[in-house]
């Protein structure tokens, strides 16, 4: 009897490598629920007022500057800016997901060019918007955005390419780099509302995003899950059990910032908005 509970306890045990295991699946499940939460608003924000030509009752919910009812190739830039984020933000996250990767080839190569397409053109109409157009709440708050923008093209061009020569390991470590940078903008918005609610209010913000708080996230909404994502690659090639433990240490806090981040926009940003949009245009 005590032998069997003993053995029931150590099946129970945890080790550097399923505690990393975990953190991982946790993370995916997490960012699924905070991809599809944003994809819902836009949806209600952008594309339902579009199609029921209400995009006046949506000026008022919005917080961008570049929405409005105008027939010019501004507005065209903005929809086509922020449209197909709504099919990236629902089918992205199935690429990383290794039993589809396996299971559904197709699936992975048709969605894979596609996330890769409107990645690009969410770039370059992203780049446009902000320093053609001109929507930017200020130049120095808008710079890590635009290195963000810069960078996409960079690492797509990169998972493409190992992709056609079939170079797997480099495709896979180019393409996680890729998803991380074209969802930079979806994780700079877990930050700020999550940083606003560990700081119970402004830290170091401002309302034109050039504090030094803003600029900060802004540069960590990319760089620091691509630095996370590089240390669990390094982790995972280590045999020493104490630097396992450390890397799975790294990975569970990008997996609770994350949860801290999906809670406090979804909360404070999205679930708002998309009430309030829909009770204007229904
Ligand atoms: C490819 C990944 C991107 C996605 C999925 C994306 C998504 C979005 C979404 C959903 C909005 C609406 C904002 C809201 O309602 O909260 C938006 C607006 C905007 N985005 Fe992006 N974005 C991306 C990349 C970029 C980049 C790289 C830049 C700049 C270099 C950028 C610049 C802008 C600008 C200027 C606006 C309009 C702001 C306004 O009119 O006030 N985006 N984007």
Not at 137 to 142: A, F, K, M, T, V
Not at 145 to 168: C, D, E, H, M, S
Not at 201 to 207: E, F, L, P, Q
């Amino acid at each position: 009897m005590i032998s069997l509970t003993v053995n029931k306890l150590r099946g129970l045990s945890f080790t550097a490598d399923s505690t990393l295991s975990g953190a991982i699946k946790t993370w995916v499940i997490v960012a699924l629920a905070g991809q599809w939460a944003f994809a819902m608003y836009i949806l209600s924000l952008y594309a339902l007022p579009l199609i029921l030509g209400a995009v006046d009752k949506a000026e008022k919910v919005s917080p961008t500057q570049g929405l409005n009812s105008n027939i010019d190739l501004n507005s065209a830039m903005f929809f086509a800016h922020v449209l197909p984020a709504i099919l990236m933000a629902m089918s992205g996250l199935f690429q990383l997901i290794p039993n589809v990767r396996t299971r559904y080839p197709k699936f992975h190569r048709y969605n894979g060019r596609m996330f890769f397409s409107l990645g690009l053109a969410g770039a370059f109409t992203g780049l446009y918007l902000t320093w053609i157009t001109g929507h930017r709440l200020s130049d120095i708050g808008s710079l890590g955005v635009t290195v963000n923008g810069i960078l996409i093209p960079i690492a797509i061009y990169f998972a493409w390419q190992a992709a056609v020569k079939k170079r797997f390991a480099q495709h896979q470590r180019f393409a996680v780099h890729s998803f991380l940078l074209v969802n930079g903008v979806w994780t700079f918005r877990l930050y700020l509302m999550g940083w606003y609610i560990v700081n119970q209010g402004m830290n170091g913000n401002t309302r034109t995003l050039d504090g030094p708080a803003d600029i900060a996230l802004s540069f960590a909404s990319f760089l620091l899950p691509m630095a996370i994502y590089e240390v669990i690659l390094w982790g995972k090639k280590q045999r020493k059990d104490s630097i396992k433990w450390v890397i799975s240490a790294v990975a569970c806090f990008g997996v609770l910032i994350t949860i801290v981040g999906v809670l406090a926009a979804g909360m404070m940003m999205w679930l708002p908005r998309i009430s309030d949009i829909l009770s204007v245009l229904f």
